[in-house]
């Protein structure tokens, strides 16, 4: 059961026999891929513990406060779960998000509508392809960032494999798609290249964001396909092949080519090199 900071920290204190069980620092590396959270946190309002000495899984409640002024109680864990799909910032204060979309009050009255059903219908644009197999789908995104576009050009300066194809046919349905968008397609090795950042206002590829990744990985994977995220801002590892790099560059397509060769094979690789 989650207690109030005070509490915690004097726990904390008697079962490591220390006035300071956790210096100043020792969680900065968890805390970093998180810097909306950094900005909400205040050590004034938290007893004048700093962020950085708080396990990001501590059952504790600590006092949060959000761009707009809302004050509100939260542990580690249901702030690092948001946001959720909608990417504003009012997703990591509970009552922004309250004014962004308030219930709707029924009438009196008014009849309570029929459950819905949870099954979703399956998007029926996805061509009828074998799993596993590249194809270029009209329901992909378009390239989020200059920097994929120029991570995508760069390593096509060096690696020869087919443009334009932007989707993997999968097994099970992704957010009703049969199918995942990579940023990078490399159909050749069967390797899908995702370029993660926090993105400005640390939004991108946490909390929720982060398990939709560790679910298309997964797909991917089940499809024989691998994957290899380029993962910056301090954005943890999310599988065997990840980069953590401090941005995209001529060092991370050599590196890439590096874990293509560890992936497939030197020879395989070399095949396609330009």
């Given amino acids: 059961m989650s207690e109030g900071v005070e509490a915690w920290w004097a726990r904390r204190q008697f079962t490591h026999d220390a006035d300071v069980p956790f210096p100043v620092g020792t969680y900065r590396d968890a805390w970093a891929p998180y810097p ?15 962020l950085t000495q708080i396990p990001p899984a501590a ?6 406060q959000c761009e707009v002024g809302h004050l509100f109680a939260a542990t580690p864990a249901e702030q690092r779960q948001r946001p959720g799909r909608e990417r504003r910032l009012s997703s990591w204060c ?10 709707r009050v029924r009438p ?4 309570r509508p029929r459950a819905a059903s949870r099954a979703k219908a399956v998007c029926p644009k996805t061509p009828r392809l074998p799993v596993g197999e590249a ?3 009209e329901c992909a995104p378009a390239t989020a960032s ?6 995508r050009h760069d390593l096509a300066e060096r690696l020869e494999f087919a443009s334009g194809l932007n989707a993997v046919r999968v097994a099970r349905p992704f957010f009703e ?5 990579p940023d990078i397609v490399i159909p050749e090795l069967r390797i899908a290249v995702e370029y993660d950042s926090t993105g400005r206002h640390g939004l991108e590829h946490v909390g929720r964001r982060r398990d939709a990744d560790l679910r298309k990985d997964r797909a991917l994977r089940w499809a024989k396909w691998e994957v290899v995220r380029i993962r910056t801002g301090r954005l943890e590892k999310l599988g065997p092949w990840d980069l953590q790099v401090s941005g995209a560059g001529r060092k991370t397509v050599t590196g890439l ?8 094979g030197e020879l395989i690789v070399e095949a396609y090199r330009r």
């Fill in 36 to 50: 909306a959270l950094i900005r909400q946190y205040h050590p004034e309002f938290n007893a004048g513990i700093t």
């Fill in 59 to 64: 059952e504790v409640l600590l006092l949060w």
């Fill in 94 to 103: 509970p009552e922004c998000a309250m004014l962004a979309k308030p219930p």
């Fill in 108 to 111: 009196a009255g008014e009849a």
């Fill in 135 to 137: 194809f270029t789908s």
């Fill in 146 to 151: 200059a920097v994929e576009a120029r991570l």
């Fill in 177 to 181: 798609h049969l199918e995942v968008w």
């Fill in 257 to 264: 080519l590096d874990v293509f060769r560890t992936i497939r």
